[in-house]
C-alpha cells in the first residue's frame, strides 16, 4: 500500500509540474492573507503564476470583484511593482483604490476600443516580469486564447486576473481558478455610525487540483479578515430536553 500511495503522490506532483504549478522550497510558502480560502489551491497557498478568472455578470458582481482584486493588488504591489488595467469600458474609479492600500498612480489604466485591443494589451503585459499584476475586463475569452494567456504568466511569473462578463463557455478555458464576488451588506461597530468594511460572499467555483467553495470575506482596513458563519446552536424544549432544532 505504501508504494501506491507514493506512486499516487508522485504522479499528482508531476500533474501539477506540467500544469504549471512548481514546488516551493521549505519555508518559502507566500500565503498572502486569504486565510481558509488559500487552503482550497495546492499547496494550500494562492497561486501567482496563473491566470485567475472572474465572473461578473451583474453590475454588481463587476464592483465586488475591483474591491475584491484591489486587495490581493495590495499584496502583489508591496515590493514597489506597477500593474496593468485594460478595459473597453472600465467603470472602476481610481481614486478609490487608495481605500485598499493601492497607490492609484502605479496602475497603468488602458482603456482601448475593442477586445482584441484588450487582450493583445493584456498578453504582451504578462510578458513583463517587472509588473505584479495585468488585470483585464472581457465579455468572453476562448480558449485559444486562455492558453496564450496562460503560457505568458507561466514564462513571467506575473499574475492575471481577468473580469469576464460571459458566463457561457466558461469551461473552455484554461484559468487556474475561477471566482464569483458578490457584495454583503457591511457591518458596523456597535454603537457607531456609517459604514462597516467592505464584505464580500467568496465563491471559488472551480480550483485546479484544489477544492472549491464560499467564503465570507471582507477589507478590514489594511488586510483581508475571515469573517467565520455562526455555527446553529440547538434549541431544546421540555422537561426531557428534547432537540428541535
Not at 482584441?116 to 475586463?137: D, M, P, R, S, Y
Not at 485559444?144 to 504568466?153: H, K, P
Not at 421540555?238 to 432544532?245: C, H, K, P, S, T
Request: glycine share 8%; charged share 25%.
Amino acid at each position: 500500500m505504501d508504494g501506491k500511495r507514493e506512486l499516487f503522490q508522485k504522479l499528482q506532483q508531476d500533474i501539477l509540474l506540467w500544469q504549471g504549478f512548481k514546488p516551493l522550497s521549505a519555508g518559502k510558502a507566500e500565503r498572502i492573507g486569504l486565510g481558509e480560502i488559500e487552503d482550497a489551491f495546492p499547496g494550500n497557498v494562492f497561486p501567482k503564476k496563473a491566470i485567475h478568472e472572474f465572473i461578473t455578470i451583474l453590475p454588481e458582481h463587476s464592483a465586488a470583484s475591483d474591491g475584491f482584486i484591489a486587495g490581493l493588488l495590495a499584496v502583489l504591489m508591496e515590493n514597489g511593482a506597477a500593474c496593468v488595467w485594460a478595459s473597453t469600458s472600465r467603470k472602476l474609479f481610481p481614486a478609490s483604490l487608495s481605500h485598499f492600500n493601492v497607490e492609484p498612480e502605479r496602475i497603468i489604466f488602458m482603456d482601448v476600443k475593442t477586445e482584441k485591443e484588450v487582450l493583445w494589451i493584456t498578453e504582451e503585459a504578462l510578458k513583463c516580469e517587472g509588473l505584479a499584476a495585468v488585470v483585464a475586463e472581457v465579455n468572453s475569452l476562448s480558449l485559444i486564447e486562455s492558453r496564450r494567456l496562460q503560457l505568458a504568466v507561466e514564462a513571467s511569473g506575473v499574475t492575471g486576473f481577468i473580469l469576464r462578463k460571459d458566463e457561457n463557455k466558461t469551461s473552455s478555458t484554461v484559468a487556474t481558478a475561477r471566482w464569483r464576488i458578490s457584495p454583503l451588506p457591511s457591518v458596523t461597530e456597535d454603537g457607531m455610525p456609517g459604514l462597516g468594511f467592505p464584505r464580500w460572499q467568496v465563491e471559488l467555483l472551480k480550483v485546479r487540483n484544489g477544492n472549491p467553495g464560499s467564503f465570507v470575506l471582507e477589507w478590514a482596513g489594511e488586510r483581508f479578515e475571515e469573517v467565520k458563519k455562526a455555527k446553529k446552536q440547538p434549541v431544546w424544549a421540555g422537561a426531557e430536553g428534547r432537540q428541535i432544532g
